[in-house]
Nanobody, 120 residues
Framework: QVKLVESGGGLVQAGGSLRLSCAASGRYGMGWFRQAPGKEREFVATITRSGGSTYYADSVKGRFTISRDNGKNTVYLQMNSLKPEDTAVYYC?????????????????WGQGTQVTVSS
């Protein structure tokens, strides 16, 4: 049973930073997604199993950084210059493939989500 546990969400003012963590029970291709109230889940960032390649949604490029520590089986999402429109529940996801993916349907396992709220 694959387990993903997110942490690090919270309330922050616009312009601030947060770092999300996702502890996995193994090593997978990973991604971060988010879902705001009344909206569909959207892709944020993805990273290969090795950590050698990353890919971002245009809306977060230059502000967010995905990284991983394979010794700890943990993936991070460093979020800087946060905006109110970044407010959402953030989910980490894992796929048995080693590669990246921006489509939610390509992920096999999902965490429970962590709330990020950015106040203006």
């Amino acid at each position: 049973q694959v387990k993903l546990v997110e942490s690090g969400g919270g309330l922050v003012q616009a312009g601030g930073s947060l770092r999300l963590s996702c502890a996995a029970s193994g090593r997978y291709g990973m991604g971060w997604f988010r879902q705001a109230p009344g909206k569909e889940r959207e892709f944020v960032a993805t990273i290969t199993r090795s950590g050698g390649s990353t890919y971002y949604a245009d809306s977060v490029k230059g502000r967010f950084t995905i990284s991983r520590d394979n010794g700890k089986n943990t993936v991070y999402l460093q979020m800087n210059s946060l905006k109110p429109e970044d407010t959402a529940v953030y989910y980490c996801a894992a796929r048995d493939s080693a590669g990246m993916a921006h489509r939610a349907t390509l992920y096999d396992y999902w965490g429970q989500g962590t709330q990020v709220t950015v106040s203006s």
